[in-house]
């Protein structure tokens, strides 16, 4: 029996994404993991499966596995991924479209060149809803990691993440600090973290250690969550370009009381099966 499946990626961040609208995937966490290994499977950053949707406001839904096996609220680029793949099938047409996400209905509408617009709902602040393990909300929380104290904003996009502030994202420690705050005990669902550099108002660099995966190229709901921390601190305007290791998102907010908006690409690279 083989798995057909769509190899896909937003601004480097790939996805392996399955169409599962009448059939379940029927993959347990073993398996996931064996997919998504870049030696020995297909490799991706997320796994995505469309599906019909459960909510009649929306026309279909999605979800999202990492590369551990582990499930996801959100991903940003894989939405984006998954409006263009829809589009290519002849089921999504013109205008703003309602999809289902593992966190709930978000908004995508096509752009030219490839692009995708997407609606990914008002920033939450609130340590409850992130969750965080706080005594009360602040800005930035001062956390112990492993015994240091290290300064993070914290937000939920559908997800929850932890946004530090760095001098040169270049030199910042993705690689040892990420998975130290993923794991951190004031995140009890852990955590995706980014690394942001503010060039200008209207313009940041940022690096993502994404929960259950590592480092990634790109990240959408990482993108979002920075420019929300970021805006709400009065550090960057409405308008932000994000720079990431595999390409550019733009992210438009207005601050609270607004939905959060984010326009990037979404490219084919190749079909393909897999033996189950």
């Known amino acids: 029996m083989a798995l057909r499946f769509t190899k896909m990626h937003g ?3 790939d996805f392996v994404v399955v169409d599962c609208r009448t059939r379940p995937l029927g993959l347990d966490a073993d398996a996931i993991r064996r997919l998504g290994d870049r030696h020995f499977g297909v490799g991706f950053d997320q ?3 469309i599906e019909a949707s459960r909510d009649p406001t929306c026309a279909f839904a999605y979800g999202i596995w990492n590369t551990d096996g582990t499930t996801s ?3 940003g680029n894989g939405l984006r991924c998954v409006a263009r793949w829809l589009a290519r099938d002849g089921a999504l047409g013109e205008g703003m479209t309602r999809l289902e996400s593992p966190s709930g209905p978000v908004a995508v509408e096509l752009l030219a060149g490839g692009g995708v617009r997407a609606n ?3 920033p939450r602040f609130a340590p409850s809803v992130i969750p965080l393990r706080v005594d009360a909300e602040t800005d930035p929380y001062m956390l112990d990691v492993d ?3 290290v300064a993070v904003g914290a937000v939920s996009m559908g ?3 932890a946004v530090l502030e760095v001098d040169a994202v270049a030199d910042a420690p993705v690689a040892a600090l990420g998975p130290r705050i993923e ?3 004031a995140f009890p669902n852990h955590c995706n973290v980014g690394f942001a550099e503010v060039l200008a108002r209207d313009a940041i660099r940022l690096r993502v250690w994404e929960r259950g995966v590592g480092e990634t190229l790109a990240c959408g709901s990482g993108a979002c969550a920075a420019v929300a921390v970021l805006r709400r601190r009065g ?3 409405a308008d932000v370009r994000v720079a990431l290791p595999g390409g550019d998102l733009v992210i438009h907010w207005e601050g609270p009381g607004h939905d959060l908006w984010m326009s990037g690409p979404a490219a084919f690279v190749f079909e393909g099966e897999y033996p189950v």
Do not use: F, I, S
């Open 11 to 13: 601004a480097g961040n």
């Open 47 to 49: 796994l995505l499966t």
């Open 73 to 75: 609220g959100q991903c």
């Open 120 to 122: 990914m709902g008002e």
């Open 147 to 149: 015994g240091d104290p």
């Open 159 to 161: 997800n929850p993440h």
């Open 183 to 185: 794991h951190a005990a």
């Open 235 to 237: 550090r960057v305007d």
